[in-house]
């Protein structure tokens, strides 16, 4: 079956044509500066057939059409006719406490969707428009949306609830909810599989490191725990992100800098983490270039980083009682060997014992621990892309 897998934000559409009977890629792409002057990014078999060519998208129902209209392109396109595609797998960012699985979209489902707006103002209205801007040009196939929070649904209540008083919980439902959800379930199952774990018996940490991060604890298959929250603020230093910190800040800054909450939590979000600590970027590439050229700020940063990245796998591990395999992935996990290896030269305690030369290897699947390691690390390349399309794939299916 041939399943369109779509990514909206609010200025974006990121796309994927998948074949489902051999998971392959038919294309590719991205919409960027969508309402300002429209750009379109069109790959296909991985090379670039259209590299951000200017094209008029003044809204999302018309890059839909421009995707649509490339993917049957009589020169370039994988498909013939629309009707090929069968199905389209949207990711939504917030799925709130109303979902905990994919579904298949109807328009209670949609009604739900705008209901979880409060918790991801950002994300969740851009995802319902990238939907609804799909039913337009496609009015007939089905839809699923898939959703980063569902995984973490299953997570017991100690580890959700914050200590605050219980009434904001019932008024507003604050509570951890968690991100990055269908890649902490594609990896953890592909990590049980890599080590040969029976998935429902063990105890897994996978770290997703990219420009935005979470550590989740995988207990039996299940998400126990997790280290985003209500938002995706909360966690490790991330690109930009703080990550976690004494909430007593966000007033000690705004009465010193004479900000407002909004404008402090604009700094917490997109002028903290990496980017922030070092005075560079938030490009992980730029921090190992500024501590190689010797700036002090820029290796701060980055032992910061790896610090609290492996004090959320000591964590997990208490969680869990025991920790079985542990694996990295997303930008940085994938590529950065200084992480890697950083995060496990904390973990010997727990019988990591690290392979020098496998260590060494980037961008595949690897095992990075030796032989006689009692906890098994693995570099697994996330494909959240793919997990969506298997998603739609299951439920479109039934
Ligand atoms: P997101 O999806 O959250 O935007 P990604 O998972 O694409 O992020 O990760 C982006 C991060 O990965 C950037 O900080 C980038 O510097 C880092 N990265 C990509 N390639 C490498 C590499 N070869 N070595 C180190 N870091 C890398």
């Known amino acids: 079956m041939k399943i369109l897998v779509m990514n909206c934000g609010s200025s974006s559409l990121k796309y994927q044509l998948i074949d489902t009977d051999t998971e392959a890629v038919l294309a590719s792409g991205l919409c960027e500066r969508i309402g300002i002057d429209g750009q379109l990014t069109h790959k296909v078999n991985g090379n670039k057939i259209k590299d951000e060519e200017k094209n008029a998208m003044p809204n999302h129902e018309v890059a839909v059409q421009i995707v649509l209209d490339a993917l049957v392109d009589k020169d370039f396109g994988v498909i013939t006719d629309l009707k090929e595609i069968q199905a389209v797998g949207h990711r939504v960012v917030h799925g709130g406490e109303k979902f905990a699985s994919s579904v298949v979209i109807t328009d209670e489902v949609m009604q739900a969707i705008a209901e979880c707006n409060d918790l991801a103002p950002l994300h969740n209205p851009a995802n319902?428009?990238?939907?609804?801007?799909?039913?337009?040009?496609?009015?007939?196939?089905?839809?699923?949306?898939?959703?980063?929070?569902?995984?973490?649904?299953?997570?017991?209540?100690?580890?959700?609830?914050?200590?605050?008083?219980?009434?904001?919980?019932?008024?507003?439902?604050?509570?951890?909810?968690?991100?990055?959800?269908?890649?902490?379930?594609?990896?953890?199952?592909?990590?049980?599989?890599?080590?040969?774990?029976?998935?429902?018996?063990?105890?897994?940490?996978?770290?997703?490191?990219?420009?935005?991060?979470?550590?989740?604890?995988?207990?039996?298959?299940?998400?126990?725990?997790?280290?985003?929250?209500?938002?995706?603020?909360?966690?490790?230093?991330?690109?930009?992100?703080?990550?976690?910190?004494?909430?007593?800040?966000?007033?000690?800054?705004?009465?010193?800098?004479?900000?407002?909450?909004?404008?402090?939590?604009?700094?917490?979000?997109?002028?903290?983490?990496?980017?922030?600590?070092?005075?560079?970027?938030?490009?992980?590439?730029?921090?190992?270039?500024?501590?190689a050229a010797g700036n002090p700020l820029a290796a701060v940063a980055m032992e910061a980083y790896i610090y609290c990245i492996?004090?959320?796998?000591?964590?997990?591990?208490?969680?869990?009682?025991?920790?079985?395999?542990?694996?990295?992935?997303?930008?940085?996990?994938?590529?950065?060997?200084?992480?890697?290896?950083?995060?496990?030269?904390?973990?010997?305690?727990?019988?990591?014992?690290?392979?020098?030369?496998?260590?060494?290897?980037?961008?595949?699947?690897?095992?990075?621990t030796t032989p006689a390691s009692k906890v098994k690390v693995y570099i697994i390349p996330t494909n959240e892309e793919l997990a969506i399309a298997r998603e739609t794939l299951a439920l479109v299916k039934k």
């Not at 594609?186 to 080590?195: D, G, I």
């Not at 969680?319 to 997303?330: E, K, P």
């Not at 950065?336 to 690290?354: D, H, W």
């Open 128 to 291: 319902l428009v990238g939907i609804q801007s799909c039913q337009k040009v496609l009015p007939n196939v089905p839809m699923v949306a898939v959703f980063d929070t569902a995984f973490h649904q299953t997570m017991p209540e100690k580890a959700y609830m914050y200590g605050l008083p219980h009434e904001y919980y019932e008024k507003y439902k604050v509570r951890r909810y968690g991100f990055h959800g269908t890649s902490h379930s594609f990896v953890s199952k592909r990590l049980a599989e890599l080590t040969g774990l029976a998935l429902d018996q063990s105890k897994l940490i996978v770290c997703h490191i990219g420009n935005g991060g979470s550590v989740t604890a995988v207990q039996n298959g299940k998400s126990v725990d997790t280290s985003m929250g209500l938002t995706p603020l909360e966690g490790i230093i991330m690109g930009t992100r703080s990550g976690s910190i004494d909430p007593a800040i966000v007033e000690f800054i705004a009465h010193k800098e004479n900000k407002t909450i909004d404008e402090v939590m604009q700094v917490l979000n997109k002028e903290s983490g990496l980017a922030g600590m070092s005075g560079l970027t938030s490009d992980f590439r730029d921090i190992r270039a500024g501590k």
């Open 310 to 368: 492996a004090k959320y796998v000591g964590a997990y591990a208490a969680a869990m009682n025991g920790v079985d395999a542990i694996a990295f992935t997303a930008g940085i996990g994938e590529n950065a060997i200084e992480v890697r290896k950083g995060v496990m030269s904390y973990l010997g305690f727990l019988g990591v014992e690290i392979d020098e030369a496998q260590c060494q290897i980037t961008g595949e699947e690897v095992c990075v």
